[in-house]
């Protein structure tokens, strides 16, 4: 009996500008947005009072951005040094020949890899630019040299050490 094909690892995607069309959103949609991304575990009771509406129209309004793609999830902001991961670095990767096979097969093997917060398909000279995390300064560079630049068509690796982030209030 044939082996069912297996299922590629979830990966959530920031959609491209060209996805879909920008969904239209008013003066309550936006307020709803910019409260969450202030705070992402705000009650709706308060949520709504924030944004001057009723408890059950917010709900409705917050329902419709989730499934309207608006609102993709809510996040906690981890001290990764607090988890035992105090290094965090960017790796500029170049591939070569701009293989569509070898991009894809990265972009879904890299969001797998221990200590990998986030990649970014990029334009210019750099293909991928990938934050990492590592609990030592040896940890990182196996992780760049076992997990990232062993990947097929990754022919050069450029790492920076983060040594300080912001983030903003809102998007």
């Given at each position: 009996?044939?082996?069912?094909?297996?299922?590629?690892?979830?990966v959530?995607?920031t959609?491209?500008?060209?996805?879909r069309p920008?969904p239209?959103?008013?003066?309550?949609?936006?307020?709803?947005?910019?409260?969450?991304?202030?705070?992402?575990?705000?009650?709706?009771?308060?949520?709504?009072r924030?944004?001057?509406?009723?408890?059950?129209?917010?709900?409705?309004?917050?329902?419709?951005l989730?499934?309207?793609?608006?609102?993709?999830?809510?996040?906690?902001?981890?001290?990764?040094?607090?988890?035992?991961?105090?290094?965090q670095?960017?790796?500029?990767?170049r591939?070569?020949?701009?293989?569509?096979?070898?991009?894809?097969?990265?972009?879904?093997?890299?969001?797998?890899?221990?200590?990998?917060i986030?990649a970014y398909?990029?334009?210019?000279?750099?293909?991928?630019?990938?934050?990492?995390?590592?609990?030592?300064a040896?940890a990182?560079?196996?992780?760049?040299?076992?997990?990232?630049?062993?990947?097929?068509?990754?022919?050069?690796?450029?790492?920076?050490?983060?040594?300080?982030?912001?983030r903003?209030a809102?998007?």
């Amino acid at each position: 009996m044939p082996t069912p094909p297996s299922r590629p690892p979830k990966v959530l995607r920031t959609p491209r500008p060209t996805d879909r069309p920008a969904p239209s959103l008013d003066d309550v949609d936006r307020a709803i947005v910019a409260a969450l991304q202030a705070d992402g575990r705000m009650p709706n009771a308060e949520l709504a009072r924030r944004v001057g509406v009723a408890e059950s129209t917010c709900s409705a309004r917050l329902r419709a951005l989730r499934e309207r793609g608006v609102i993709r999830g809510i996040h906690a902001d981890v001290d990764l040094t607090a988890l035992g991961r105090p290094i965090q670095a960017m790796v500029a990767l170049r591939f070569a020949g701009h293989v569509r096979a070898n991009l894809e097969a990265f972009r879904a093997a890299v969001v797998e890899v221990p200590g990998v917060i986030a990649a970014y398909h990029v334009s210019g000279a750099t293909d991928y630019l990938v934050h990492v995390s590592a609990e030592s300064a040896d940890a990182l560079r196996d992780l760049v040299l076992d997990e990232l630049t062993s990947r097929g068509g990754v022919v050069h690796a450029e790492t920076s050490l983060i040594f300080d982030s912001v983030r903003a209030a809102r998007g």
